[in-house]
């Protein structure tokens, strides 16, 4: 295993960004610094313009293909800039784990494959999460009526409740993330670091506190 060779795979999600390059030279600023100052090269680019989407995303992408079998023949490390850049999919990243083929994401060096299942169980709950409460939320205050942006006790107390249950909701997904990395004897402030390094929102976005992960524990 070459593990000082890589095959940098960059991707942007349309046409448009493709283009302009917009998205594309802050993924190859993050994939040379970490190049950078190390006995490590890269062999051969990628560069794919998608959607992504869906669980069939490596079917659609031609220029992943072409890495990962450079990737194969040479025995060589995919290296990406972000994790988001290949899917928020959970089939689509174990797929891709179960290609035998090794793959570094810059944004995560250091993160194992159980890591990158767990960033990639929980960016897609998040994404899934704010598509439905966003259309149940229009579908109901479509029927009841409501004027959007209207504002009163009523609207109070029904946002307070959509809250709730979103929060009990969040724990119960992050459960699982939360008792693996309790059963590694990781303390409170230790779970806070590990969160925070896999990318893993808290409840409300943004980074983990020790309060936060002390309440959800």
């Given amino acids: 295993m070459a593990h ?3 095959v940098t795979y960059y991707r942007v999600s349309t046409q448009r960004q493709g283009a302009s390059g917009l998205g594309l030279e802050a993924q190859r600023q993050a994939v040379t610094q970490y190049l950078s100052g190390r006995d490590r090269k890269a062999i051969g ?17 031609p220029e992943l293909r072409k890495a990962l079998e450079l990737c194969r023949k040479s ?3 995919l290296l990406i800039a972000k994790l988001d850049r290949l899917a928020r999919n959970v089939h689509f990243v174990s797929g891709l784990i179960e290609t035998g083929v090794d793959f570094i994401a810059a944004d995560m060096p250091n993160a194992n494959k159980v890591m990158i299942q767990m960033h990639a169980v ?5 994404r899934d999460q704010i598509s439905e409460r966003t259309k149940a939320a229009l579908a109901a205050a479509k029927a009841r009526g409501v004027v959007l942006g209207a504002t009163g006790r009523t609207n109070l107390r ?4 959509e809250r709730q249950e979103a929060a009990k909701a969040f724990r119960e997904r992050l459960k699982p993330v939360l008792d693996g990395l309790i059963a590694q004897g990781l303390s409170r402030r230790a779970i806070v670091e590990r969160l925070n390094d896999l990318g893993i929102t808290a409840p409300r976005g943004g980074v983990w506190s020790l309060g936060q992960v002390q309440r959800m524990c």
């Fill in 4 to 6: 000082d060779q890589f």
């Fill in 45 to 61: 680019e990628f560069v794919e313009v998608e959607t992504g989407k869906g669980a069939n995303a490596l079917e659609k992408r």
């Fill in 75 to 77: 025995g060589a490390t």
């Fill in 122 to 126: 929980m960016s897609e709950w998040e």
């Fill in 158 to 161: 029904r946002h307070t409740e």
